[in-house]
């Protein structure tokens, strides 16, 4: 048993999920923003373009925990 590859695979694990909150909590504040009376359109941009970056990480993150299995 590869001890040190289960605590790898639980730290990846602990990152996905505060990943994945923040990009869930990153698009409450954005759709927030977007219902207000007045819109700061530069500031939802950069939050938008930061919630993609996060996006990225999360889809490499979960490549590493779930290869690809070619059947």
Do not use: C, V, W, Y
Request: hydrophobic share 45%; charged share 30%.
């Amino acid at each position: 048993m590869n001890f040190t590859g289960s605590l790898d695979i639980e730290a990846l694990q602990r990152q996905l999920t505060d990943l994945m909150a923040e990009h869930r909590d990153l698009d409450d504040a954005i759709n927030a923003l977007a219902e207000q009376a007045h819109i700061n359109q530069l500031q939802i941009q950069r939050m938008k373009k930061k919630k993609l970056a996060l996006k990225d990480q999360i889809i490499k993150l979960e490549s590493l925990l779930l290869p690809d299995i070619i059947a």
